[in-house]
């Protein structure tokens, strides 16, 4: 196999063409401020239903009124919802959350361009939880969305973690005929929930 | 300002009109238009097909016909991008750089070079605009739609002079009519398919006229409107700017 | 040409058999290729990032040796173990080898066109394992034992009808169902079961980060990270050109390739993949299969910056009208057909000529791959290998001949309309292609060169 490495590794040194400089980000970086109301528009747009809040405190009643009846809820954050799961659901290979109905977490930052929140194994704690649960509802604070993907890289800077994911909308596909059906494999609905 | 012109192979042997109309309209906007005599294909097909290893004979012929002149002009997007692109002869490459500087298709030509701001043209009939894509993409005569940027259009421009003509909307405004040189025949089911879709497009929105900046086209799609028995006509450009 | 395998022009007169059918296909892609440009449009600066992610592409081909090297170093840093395949028959192995310590017979794949590349699915089906492709689309051709005809859209090509059928025999729907709610809910179970069984995941990868050794895989559906994170191993397969130098420019190619592919603003999930969860194994196989080949040559080169958005294939004209399977490659469309080439001349000599090389291709690339360029030169390269038929090089040198002599073109000229005149069922008949379906002009009594002569 390291065989193979070196035959690539020669050929691709071999055929490669003259070295060429990165191109400059910079233009491509400045412009408007980020709004909410441009978030808003693009996350709805990809399937997100968004729910504001002045204080946390409004949370678990917001989600409880807003998603009745959840049996098994996920919370990485007590605070964030008034009835925890009954099982222990931080341990495992990650299948053992096939039963949960709502998963409520926190993302780090919103990018106003496309409606993605930037979540990570730091917050989500199981990688698998926002894709198994069959809804979910993310937490953001206004002050962290940003306009566009290059904001938001420059925000996150190098990996911190070992997975980090953008997540604009619910799970969706139009692989029949093009008809957008929203629940493929991930989670049926996602509610974010802006607090200001 | 010497005016060569150029009349593609197949312009020359089945739409003599349309040279004609190109040389009175040039020579009606003041240029002195000479014809070199002996004129036959720019290589465009051979080349296309995979052979321009062949167009050697072409491009020497194509060379000594216009390098005197100071432009070079004719009624074909694709023939002109085709020079524009591959005209090379070896032991006279000034010459040929020459010809691939000065080579314009006709309206890229009126709108640019003459700077035509009026004409002397009527034609009261509803007309759907072909954008060859050469002549678009290539040539740069209008802009593409799948860019961002402002919105040109040389064709449509010199058509805005023309008294009574009603240009009509299309559906898809710039998609290829499936000609494609030797295309039409190696793919006869897609070429086909392609130009009964374009014709389409400008029947459903009431043209009475297709007009074109590159005969190839407007040939496939005649020819697909005269089997369809419609009544709708296919001009070249030059000879609706030429309508008096 | 392969007589056993039929060529584009062949299949593609098949597939207009059923005008219909065409027009369905064609406007359902040409609506895609209208919502990219809706989303193009809402980016004043999408021009600007379009050459930005070029010259990135470019940079990273120029230093694609030192990159993999960065690459394959932090990738184990972070807990991976890299595998290098020279070709498809060594990334088979690879995977084979790994599926078989684990000693599964049943696992979950998520899109890779690289897999398609490598035909892995029949590959390991011959070793006695099942491959279960988990994007809808995928899942849909795989039931109906067919290959993608797309590169984004697998099942582009199939009616809804056509797929409450399948999903009847295979699934249990209620026969005659169709409802494209009511089937991807039923694949939604069917496949969540497969993913909670599946021991071990492959992903595909759509960019592979040097500087940090992370991969990035972008999904609408999730199927990605269902498989990835509830397997014990996780195999990524990915190209040697998929790497790009840092994370930051994951930024401009996370907002070229879903505006490009689908008219979305992103995908649903951008999942980037660096270190194995605890416990589990994350391979990454590098893939060369002709990469290293193409990108020696000079002209084709810039075919390696592709990313995979299908955008050509949704504003190829040929595209829309000819189906996917018309290009009898993994990679169908304009990208496919200079891509193919390089992997194969002979098999794929075809391909480069499925175009009127009208370069809606090239304008609508997000890394602004010269695409009907490089049909054009890969026609000049496949006839100087004598990949054509005889009669048509015959044919062009007898056109030469009559083209590069002034005296026999008018001669063949004034023949020409002459006949067309006088016994126009010599041009007019069955053996012309051009008159099958289309009038041939009316021939004029004199060219434009005797007409000039006359009167000037």
């Known amino acids: 196999m390291s065989n193979s490495r070196d035959k690539i590794m020669a050929a691709v040194k071999q055929n490669q063409p003259p070295a060429s400089q990165l191109p400059d980000l910079a233009p491509l970086i400045s412009g408007a401020p980020a709004s909410l109301e441009a978030f808003r528009k693009v996350a ?63 993302a780090q930052l919103g990018v106003a361009e496309n409606g993605a929140l930037w979540l990570t194994e730091k917050e989500l704690q199981v990688r698998v939880l926002p894709f198994i649960a069959q809804h979910l509802a993310v937490v953001l604070d206004i002050n962290t969305i940003v306009p566009t993907m290059h904001h938001a890289y420059e925000k996150i800077g190098g990996p911190q973690t070992g997975f980090g994911v953008f997540i604009a909308g619910p799970s969706k596909t139009a692989d029949i005929e093009q008809s957008l059906v929203l629940g493929a494999h991930g989670a049926k609905s996602l509610t974010i929930i802006i607090k200001k | 300002m010497k005016v060569g012109l150029f009349i593609p192979c197949y312009i020359d042997q089945f739409y003599p009109q349309v040279g004609i109309a190109t040389l009175q309209l040039l020579e009606k906007l003041g240029c002195e238009v000479g014809y070199p005599s002996g004129q036959t294909c720019c290589g465009q097909p051979m080349a296309n097909s995979g052979y321009e290893h062949l167009t050697d004979g072409c491009n020497r012929l194509f060379t000594d016909n216009f390098k005197s002149y100071d432009y070079i002009v004719g009624p ?67 802009q593409m739609t799948e860019l961002v940027g402002p919105a040109f259009s040389k064709p449509l421009q010199l058509l805005n002079m023309v008294d009574g003509l009603e240009l009509i909307e299309l559906d898809r405004k710039d998609e290829c009519c499936g000609f ?31 007009t074109g900046n590159d005969v190839s086209c407007l040939m ?25 | 040409m392969n007589t056993a395998i039929k060529d584009h022009a062949e299949l593609a007169e098949a597939f207009n058999a059923n005008e219909p059918r065409v027009n369905w296909h064609d406007e359902t892609l040409w609506w895609v290729r209208q919502k990219r440009d809706k989303m193009a449009w809402s980016l004043p600066e999408w021009e600007t990032l379009r050459e930005t992610a070029s010259l990135i592409k470019h940079n990273v081909l120029g230093n694609l040796h030192a990159y993999l090297e960065e690459f394959e170093r932090n990738a184990q840093q972070n807990g991976a173990i890299v595998h290098w395949a020279a070709d498809a028959e060594e990334h088979n192995r690879i995977v084979l080898e790994l599926l078989q310590q684990q000693g599964v017979k049943r696992m979950v794949k998520s899109k890779s066109m690289l897999t398609e590349e490598c035909h892995l699915n029949h590959y390991l089906a011959d070793h006695g394992i099942e491959v279960i492709d988990t994007d809808l689309g995928e899942r849909i051709v795989q039931l109906a034992k067919e290959p993608p005809s797309h590169i984004v859209l697998p099942c582009i090509h199939k009616k809804k009808e056509e797929i409450g059928d399948l999903f009847h025999i295979h699934l249990g729907t209620p026969a005659g169902n169709a409802d494209p709610q009511l089937l991807t809910a039923a694949a939604r179970l069917h496949l969540r079961s497969e993913f909670i069984q599946s021991r071990v995941a492959i992903t595909g990868v759509n960019f592979a980060v040097a500087e940090t050794g992370e991969m990035v895989v972008c999904t609408n559906e999730g199927n990605a990270d269902m498989g990835a994170h509830l397997a014990d191993v996780h195999i990524a397969c990915m190209g040697i050109e998929k790497l790009i130098p840092q994370r930051k420019h994951l930024g401009v190619f996370l907002r070229l390739l879903a505006r490009s592919a689908t008219g979305q603003p992103i995908t649903t999930y951008s999942s980037h993949f660096r270190t194995p969860k605890p416990g589990q194994q994350l391979h990454i196989v590098l893939v060369d299969n002709g990469r290293s080949r193409q990108l020696g040559r000079e002209d084709f080169r810039n075919s390696l910056k592709c990313i995979r958005c299908g955008a050509c294939m949704n504003t190829c004209p040929v595209y829309r009208r000819s189906g996917g399977h018309s290009y009898h490659n993994a990679i169908a469309g304009p990208i496919g057909a200079i891509l193919a080439p390089n992997l194969d001349m002979k098999q794929y000599a075809d391909l480069p000529f499925a175009s009127t090389l009208c370069g809606s291709c090239s304008n609508v690339c997000p890394v602004k791959i010269d695409i009907h360029q490089q049909l054009y030169k890969w026609r000049q390269v496949l006839v100087q290998d004598g990949q054509t038929k005889a009669a048509k090089t015959a044919g062009m040198k007898i056109m030469t001949t009559v083209l590069s002599r002034p005296g026999l073109y008018k001669f063949a000229g004034k023949m020409a309309r002459w006949v067309m005149r006088v016994a126009p069922g010599m041009v007019n008949n069955r053996f012309n292609p051009w008159y099958k379906q289309r009038e041939l002009p009316p021939p004029p009594a004199e060219s434009f060169e005797t007409w000039y002569k006359k009167n000037r």
Request: charge should be negative; include cysteine; aromatic fraction near 4%.
């Open chain 2, 220 to 244: 496939h799609l005649e020819g697909i409107l005269r089997r369809q028995q419609s009544p709708v006509k296919v001009l070249h450009l030059a000879e609706i700017l030429n309508n008096e």
């Open chain 1, 44 to 106: 709805e747009g990809m399937g997100s239903h968004l729910l504001e809040v002045t204080d946390e405190a409004e949370i678990p009643a917001l989600l409880q009124e807003h998603y009745p009846d959840m049996e098994q809820v996920i919370t990485t954050d007590p605070l964030l919802h008034a009835r925890a799961a009954t099982f222990d659901w931080l341990t495992g290979d990650g299948r053992q959350l096939q039963q949960a109905d709502l998963a409520i977490v926190r």
């Open chain 2, 76 to 142: 074909s997007g694709s023939c002109v991008l085709h020079v524009k692109d591959h005209l090379h002869v070896a032991d006279n490459e000034t010459a040929a750089t020459h010809i691939r500087q000065n080579i314009y298709e006709l309206s890229e030509f009126l709108t640019d070079v003459l700077q035509v701001k009026s004409l002397r043209a009527k034609f009261p009939h509803k007309v759907g605009v072909h954008q060859s894509c050469h002549g678009q993409r290539g040539l740069h005569v209008s």
């Open chain 2, 180 to 210: 494609g040189g030797t295309f039409c025949v190696f793919e006869e089911a897609v070429s086909v398919k392609m130009g009964k879709d374009r014709v389409a497009d400008h029947v459903h929105h009431g043209a009475e006229y297709i």
